[in-house]
């Protein structure tokens, strides 16, 4: 099993950008991004200065459509 980095909302979101994602709109402090090949969307919370949770970063990546080995060669 892999194991997940902890991962600030502002790293996150240059990772999936780099991949294609691109800003959807937001909506308070959660920030929504679209691949435009997938039409896939991801709801990301971005609370500056603190780190997302395991949890909440897994099923970002799952949303996102990567499985965790593929997101780790991304970082």
Not at 19 to 31: L, M, T, V
Not at 33 to 48: A, D, E, L, N
Request: proline content about 4%.
């Amino acid at each position: 099993m892999s194991k997940l980095p902890v991962l600030t909302a502002v790293k996150l979101i240059k990772i999936l950008t780099k991949q294609g994602f691109i800003y959807k709109r937001s909506s308070g402090s959660h920030q929504t991004y679209q691949s435009p090949v997938s039409k896939r969307m991801v709801t990301i919370p971005v609370h500056r200065g603190k780190d997302l949770g395991k949890g909440i970063t897994k099923a970002i990546i799952a949303d996102a459509g990567f499985t965790e080995k593929e997101f780790i060669k991304l970082i």
